[in-house]
């Protein structure tokens, strides 16, 4: 779907704006009272205040974004210290896509990540799976994968999709150590007034031949 890749392509920006940039600081959590989510990284995390919706990321091809890929709305994006870390939080509102989606698009919708990470990140070792947070299924994928410009770093990709009644929703982390990685996971969520205590509870991951992260520190 050219509307996950449009997505992905906002994701390598809101990377690459947060590294070059000192912006206010902002919590790290997010509430979307349209979609009816919400979820909070710990406190060690910094929110950047002023990333929010719609950014003017531009896309790898000349053709002008269709209406769907405007539709697409940066709700958060954090970063963990000084580790290079990263977490972004997407919401696709319905209402101005066009058309809904439901948990049997999931693949189609999620697949198109690698596409779009693709322009600015090497990326191999790429996985996929389901699972279930109550009534909610959730696409995942884990990858490793570095920056093109800087491949002496790796890092893990990671990215968990879910349907709600109004919208879609995506939570996108490019980790550089196995702590970052972990407080992504098990960040709390809620979804539609269902709260769980991680977005990927333990054992829920892909399992991939993943280049380890750097410890932490």
């Known amino acids: 779907m050219r509307i996950f890749v449009a997505a992905s392509v906002i994701f390598a920006g809101c990377v690459t704006l947060f590294a070059q940039t000192h912006l206010p600081v902002a ?4 509430e979307d009272v349209t979609l009816g989510f919400s979820s909070s990284l710990p406190s060690d995390w910094q929110g950047m205040a002023t990333v929010q919706h719609k950014l003017d990321i531009p896309y790898p091809t000349a053709e002008a974004p269709r209406k769907g890929d405007a539709c697409v709305q940066v709700d958060m994006t954090a970063r963990h ?7 972004v939080v997407l919401a696709l509102p319905f209402d101005c ?3 809904t989606m439901s948990a049997g698009d999931l693949a189609n919708f999620g697949m198109g990540a690698a596409a779009g990470l693709k322009q600015t990140f090497a990326i191999v070792n790429a996985a996929q799976s389901k699972y279930s947070l109550g009534s909610h299924t959730v696409w995942i994928e884990r990858a490793d994968g570095t920056a093109k410009r800087r491949p002496e770093n790796p890092y893990t990709f990671e990215i968990a999709c879910t349907v709600l009644v109004k919208g879609a929703a995506c939570w996108m982390t490019m980790a550089a150590d196995a702590a970052s990685l972990h407080e992504f ?5 809620t979804l539609e007034d269902d709260s769980f ?11 991939v031949p993943a280049v380890a992260p750097k410890k932490a520190g």
């Open 197 to 207: 205590d991680a977005l990927v509870p333990a054992g829920n991951a892909p399992a």
């Open 185 to 189: 996971e098990q960040q709390a969520v």
């Open 97 to 99: 896509y066009g058309q």
């Open 27 to 30: 919590l790290p959590q997010v």
């Open 81 to 87: 210290g000084n580790s290079g870390s990263v977490v």
